[in-house]
């Protein structure tokens, strides 16, 4: 079974610009969970979408936003990038981010210049 | 406030010797807990969880925790490090949110060295 799948893995973008990141979920696992991580704010949780529905969302500004398709396959987006945003992306799959039990893919790091 | 603290941003270990990672809850609900691994360059991985059932939860990769409510505690352990345990653990609880849907919350993690 495929695991889960962040690309790009790396990107280098200015200040400004937008980017979209793209996250394939386990097949057969419906939800799929965005994470920023830093090393000074740790782990953070920006939303969640169940069934192209957004369930859940954390504190982060309107620049962040998501969206998640048919087959699952999510992606989200940061419009006007500041150099705060620098940061990794993770993605998480699973049956529902309700249980605790997530599968996550490597990240996609970001660095705002 | 409902959260999750981990006791130790670093620890450092022999290889052989036991390891003892720490997290302390606070919730006002039953919690469901986690623990989760992030090698360098990696995504997460869990670990092992407690949700209600035995106290003494064992997970992957020879790891244990213990769910003590009286201390509010969470710890993993493990008997014998080895050097491919090096990495960062994170402590994860469940909580409620909005909707009816629960969020969760992660620890802020702490670095395991495993030395010669």
């Known amino acids: 079974k495929a695991g889960v799948t962040q690309t790009p893995r790396y990107l280098i973008k200015t200040r400004g610009q937008q980017v979209t990141l793209s996250c394939s979920p386990i097949?057969?696992?419906?939800?799929v969970s965005w994470y920023q991580q830093t090393p000074g704010q740790g782990l953070q949780f920006l939303f969640e979408?169940?069934?192209?529905?957004?369930?859940n969302k954390g504190n982060f500004p309107g620049r962040f936003s998501g969206r998640q398709f048919s087959n699952s396959r999510s992606e989200m987006n940061v419009s006007t990038l500041e150099l705060g945003d620098s940061a990794l992306y993770l993605c998480?799959?699973?049956?529902?981010?309700?249980?605790?039990?997530?599968?996550f893919g490597e990240g996609s790091r970001l660095t705002v210049l | 406030a409902q959260s999750v603290t981990q006791l130790d941003s670093h620890v450092s270990v022999s290889e052989g010797t036991p390891v003892l990672l720490r997290c302390n809850y606070s919730?006002?609900?039953?919690?469901?807990l986690f623990w989760y691994v992030q090698h360098p360059n990696k995504g997460l991985q869990l670990l092992l969880k407690?949700?209600?059932?035995?106290?003494l939860v064992k997970g992957i990769n020879g790891f244990e925790a213990e769910f003590k409510k009286s201390e509010t505690s969470f710890h993993l352990t493990k008997p014998s490090a080895h050097m491919s345990d090096a990495a960062e653990y994170f402590c994860?609880?469940?909580?409620?949110?909005?909707?009816?849907?629960?969020?969760?919350?992660f620890g802020a993690g702490t670095r395991l060295a495993v030395h010669p």
């Open positions: 998480a799959s699973g049956y529902s981010m309700s249980t605790g039990e997530l599968f």
């Open positions: 097949s057969g696992h419906r939800s």
């Open positions: 979408y169940f069934s192209e529905t957004q369930r």
């Open positions: 919730s006002s609900y039953s919690p469901s």
């Open positions: 407690y949700t209600s059932a035995a106290t």
């Open positions: 994860v609880v469940i909580l409620p949110f909005s909707g009816g849907y629960n969020k969760l919350i």
